[in-house]
């Protein structure tokens, strides 16, 4: 008799148990369902708006309800930008455009050497500047493609701070490098330290960070030979 009702007992408890892991199974079928139903339902939207030197993207996640209409979920929220930098520059996640010539008028440098300077013979060519030296360059890319690696220079020393215009390309000395950096004059200012000068290299997205002082100017190009 005892044996009869433990038998009856263990039967009854493979049935819960049976019952309850159909339960369970039932419950992820459905689960899963949902989460099915819920990701084919999620989609993205896209809207960007352009400034002068920047895109800028907003890429929204939403859900569709019963009625068809979307519900943004804020969890899929990002932003993300696209800026105008030259391929040179190794940057992560940025997308690389080229920025398209509108025909804009831009500063030249300075006009400082004069058609009777310049004398041109059959086997030489002669121009008489004084203070005049020559530069060689590396191949950083920042000046590409007016000055490259082999290219040669022409420089003179100028005189005083207003001798230097926007538009002009001077070699200036910066702080912890052996080289001198030779950029464009992008603007000119005054602070309480004097004036300054704001250099850019014509192939980078930016300007210099640092204000240029007329003590670390080394020279103004006035000629470029290749």
């Not at 044996?3 to 339960?23: Q, R, T």
């Not at 979307?70 to 996640?93: D, N, Q, R, S, W």
């Not at 004059?185 to 997205?205: Q, R």
Request: hydrophobic content about 40%.
């Amino acid at each position: 008799m005892k044996f009869l009702k433990l038998g009856a007992i263990l039967v009854l408890v493979a049935v819960a148990a049976i019952a309850a892991l159909s339960s369970i199974n039932y419950m992820d079928d459905k689960d899963n369902s949902n989460d099915k139903l819920l990701f084919e339902s999620m989609f993205k939207e896209e809207e960007c708006f352009e400034d002068a030197k920047d895109v800028i993207c907003t890429e929204t996640l939403y859900m569709r309800n019963e009625d068809g209409g979307k519900i943004p979920l804020m969890t899929g929220h990002t932003i993300k930008e696209t800026v105008f930098v030259p391929e040179y520059i190794e940057k992560e996640k940025i997308i690389v455009e080229e920025k398209k010539a509108n025909g804009e008028e831009k500063q030249s440098p300075a006009d400082r050497i004069q058609d009777s300077d310049i004398n041109v013979f059959a086997n030489s060519v002669r121009i008489d500047i004084k203070n005049a030296k020559w530069r060689k360059f590396i191949d950083s890319n920042s000046m590409d493609p007016l000055i490259d690696e082999g290219t040669t220079t022409i420089e003179i020393k100028p005189k005083n701070a207003d001798e230097i215009e926007v538009g002009d390309i001077i070699a200036y000395k910066v702080e912890g490098y052996d080289y001198a950096f030779v950029h464009r004059v992008i603007e000119i200012g005054n602070d309480e330290n004097g004036v300054y000068f704001i250099t850019k290299g014509d192939n980078y997205f930016k300007e210099d960070p640092d204000k240029v002082r007329f003590k670390d100017v080394e020279g103004v190009v006035v000629g470029i030979l290749y």
